[in-house]
């Protein structure tokens, strides 16, 4: 049966909007936390660990991010870890939004003049307190565009989850698209849900770049 | 764990994975190549005197940079045959990509537009070349060597992006995985061969642009 194009199939698009949100919200907040350890390690002072975080990031630079989904979508049951569909995308983008974000932080870290660093440590501050109260604020500062940048990046990236089947805005869109026979609206729709996001978003992080640039 | 894992079953397949890679290079090096040639065309309409002209190309990046890729393919490949535009997948992909590409590309090109001091255009109109002219000797070659490293890095993104074409079945490394997955139901091995295979693709293409810039662009700037 083919359904016309109605507030019904407006609304289950704007319902995938919402899920498309909390999904990068939940990548976004544990893509933070872990991109924390990676840039933390990443400008750490042991080989081993930058050695092993710069792997870690080239890995997920190097690798399409559909791929990252799949592997976590397919290997978790591998090992016994059977988790839904909402739980292996949120995993796969996290993993995929630490490695990105510890890269965007690092430069930021590495950003900080040296000077800062020694100066606390001659101070006698501790490695925790030297990152927590010179290092860190300075840091979030200088990386606040590419940040919101990447957040872009990371809703756009959200609609992957669609091909793994997982309903968000993509796959509502495609799920209208199929029962209406009007692909044109729907796909137009979606992509105006998501270019509504992420214009602002954009905008804004264009501002902090534009802003700091004129100030270096 | 109860799972073995077994890739000896991919071996008869290496054949269609390697060709399967030389798709995605294909695909990627033409999308490349033609979205930069887009984002020329957008960056002269974006500084020309014509506003019609200026709102298109502002609103064309704008549109292709705040939506996904995955949207922009199934718009071109789903959407426009109902208006009797239609496609095949490997043309839709090759459209989608290159249109991606384009306005990326655009952004970066701007950016090395950007960085040439304003008094070498006018040098430029004052010595008697056309526009066109100005544009070719002096905006575009200075510009290309501030630009090229993230021109070269447009490339690897485009490669990894080739990936997501594989959802409306045009044939490269990920549809030819999926292919594949269905024959063996192998998913886990095939996933982690064909994901080390775009890692392997995107350093190679790296180093090289790496050795690349290291060549020609190292001289002292400035």
Known sequence: MIRDFGWFEVLSIIQGMGTTLALAAVAFIGGGVFGTAVALARSSAWKWLRIIAAAYIDFFQGTPMLMQLFLVYYGLPVFGIHVSAWTAVAIGLTFHASAFLGEIWRGGIQAVPKGQNEAASALGLGYVSRMRDVVLPQAIKLSFAPTVGFSVQLIKGTSLAAIIGFVELSRSAQIVASTTYKPLLAYGLAGACYFAICFPLSRVSAYYERRLALKT | ?222
Do not use: H
Request: charged share 10%; net charge positive.
């Open chain 2, 1 to 222: 764990m109860t799972y073995t894992f077994d890739f000896g079953t991919l071996l008869p397949y290496w054949p269609q994975l390697l060709y399967a890679c030389l798709l995605t290079l294909w695909l990627a090096s033409t999308a490349v190549v033609c979205g930069f040639i887009i984002g020329i065309i957008t960056v002269l309409a974006r500084r020309s005197g014509v506003k019609v002209l200026r709102a298109i190309a502002l609103s064309y990046i704008e549109i292709i940079r705040n939506t996904p890729f995955l949207v922009q393919v199934f718009f071109i490949f789903f959407g426009l045959p109902t208006v009797g535009i239609s496609f095949t997948p490997w043309t839709a992909a090759f459209i989608a990509l290159s249109l991606n590409c384009g306005a990326f590309s655009a952004e970066i090109i701007r950016g090395g537009v950007d960085a040439i001091p304003r008094g070498q255009f006018e040098a430029g109109a004052a010595l008697g070349l056309t526009p066109l002219q100005v544009f070719r000797y002096i905006i575009l070659k200075p510009a290309l060597r501030v630009i090229y490293p993230a021109l070269s890095g447009q490339f690897i993104l485009a490669l990894l992006t080739t990936s997501i074409v594989s959802s409306i079945s045009a044939e490269e490394l990920t549809s030819t995985a999926q292919l594949i997955d269905s024959d063996l139901f192998r998913s886990f091995e095939i996933y982690i061969v064909v994901t080390l295979l775009y890692l392997v693709l995107a350093t190679i293409f790296s180093t090289i642009f790496k050795g690349i810039d290291r060549v020609f662009f190292s001289y002292p700037i400035k």
